[in-house]
């Protein structure tokens, strides 16, 4: 089992800049892909930016230009820099881990219990 945990959340204006993080801790086990989510009131849970191993990023076209994700395999930890925030970025943001166990192919989906991102205009 993989345990996420996440930092960096709190309140900040508009324009304003916050980095997350999120830490990845178990035993025997392998990170595919690391990402991000959110999820604000009232509406689904989506993505942000994800990761691969190798690097590839995928970001929502709505940070694209503002966040950047980045990733320390060797700390299995993942960050999120969101730069020129806005208050529609407002939500709970859960980081995210696809892993596989030992030697195993079997993927695992992990969560976070996710940081609060509020955003004031």
């Known amino acids: 089992q993989v345990q996420l945990v996440e930092s960096g959340g709190g309140l900040v204006q508009a324009g304003g800049s916050l980095r997350l993080s999120c830490a990845a801790s178990?035993?025997?086990?392998?990170?595919?892909?690391m990402g991000w989510y959110r999820q604000a009131p009232g509406k689904q849970r989506e993505l942000v930016a994800t990761?691969?191993?190798?690097?590839?990023?995928n970001y929502a076209d709505s940070v694209k230009g503002r966040f950047t994700i980045s990733r320390d395999n060797a700390k299995n930890t993942v960050y999120l820099q969101m730069n020129s925030l806005k208050p529609e970025d407002a939500a709970v943001y859960y980081c995210?881990?696809?892993?596989?166990?030992?030697?195993?192919?079997?993927?695992?989906?992990?969560w976070g219990q996710g940081t609060q991102v509020t955003v004031s205009s």
């Open positions: 995210n881990a696809l892993t596989t166990q030992a030697m195993g192919s079997r993927l695992y989906d992990n």
């Open positions: 178990g035993s025997d086990f392998s990170i595919n892909i």
């Open positions: 990761r691969t191993r190798g690097g590839f990023t």
